[in-house]
C-alpha cells in the first residue's frame, strides 16, 4: 500500500512539474480572450485593391490565429480569404480586396477567428463603401454646365459641325469626353 501511495505521489508530482514548465515555456499563452479587429475606411474609391488591416489584441506569448473573412457586395462574387497570423511574424497583418468598379457600392464583411483550439469567434458585421466619383465635366459640347454630356448635348454638338461653327477636331474630342463618362 505505502509503494501503491508512493506511485501516486509521483505520478501527482510530474504532472505538476510539467505543467509548471510548459507555463515558463509559454505553452498556455492562449486564453481565449484574446481578438481580431479590422481596420479600414469606411468609403473608398470604387475598383480600387483595398488593404484592409488585421490586429490581434489582448494576446501575449505565443499564438496563433486562423482567420476566414468574406466581402460580400451586391451582385459581385468576391472569395472569402484565407488568413493565419502567429506570434513569429507580429500582430497585425494588411490583406488586399478589390472591390468592384462599380459607384455607390456597400459591401459587408462577414467572417471568424480562432486562436489555436479555443472556440470560434465571429466578426462584428462591418460595411465599406465605393465612393461616388464626381467627375468636373469641362466639356464646350456640355451646353448646361451640369458636369456631364447628355446624348442630346452631343447631338447638339453633332449639328453644329454639320453647319460648320465647329471643327472636326474639336467635335472628336467632345465625342470622346462623352465616351469617356464626362
Do not use: H
Request: glycine content about 10%; overall charge positive.
Amino acid at each position: 500500500m505505502a509503494k501503491q501511495n508512493y506511485t501516486i505521489f509521483w505520478i501527482i508530482g510530474g504532472i505538476l512539474i510539467a505543467f509548471l514548465v510548459a507555463s515558463q515555456l509559454e505553452l498556455f499563452t492562449i486564453t481565449g480572450s484574446e481578438k481580431v479587429v479590422r481596420e479600414f475606411p469606411s468609403e473608398v474609391d470604387a475598383g480600387t485593391n483595398q488593404g484592409i488591416k488585421y490586429v490581434v489584441k489582448g494576446a501575449s506569448g505565443k499564438w496563433g490565429v486562423s482567420i476566414i473573412d468574406g466581402l460580400s457586395c451586391p451582385g459581385y462574387t468576391i472569395p472569402a480569404k484565407k488568413i493565419v497570423l502567429i506570434s513569429d511574424t507580429g500582430s497585425s497583418l494588411i490583406v488586399f480586396y478589390q472591390l468592384p468598379n462599380k459607384e455607390g457600392l456597400t459591401c459587408t464583411f462577414s467572417g471568424n477567428y480562432k486562436f489555436g483550439d479555443k472556440m470560434v469567434k465571429t466578426f462584428p458585421s462591418q460595411t465599406i463603401s465605393t465612393r461616388v466619383i464626381t467627375k468636373a465635366c469641362q466639356s464646350n459640347a456640355d451646353s448646361n454646365n451640369d458636369g456631364v454630356i447628355s446624348r442630346s448635348e452631343l447631338g447638339s454638338y453633332i449639328n453644329k459641325w454639320i453647319a460648320g461653327t465647329k471643327t472636326r477636331t474639336t467635335l472628336g474630342k467632345a465625342i470622346m469626353e462623352w465616351v469617356g463618362g464626362c
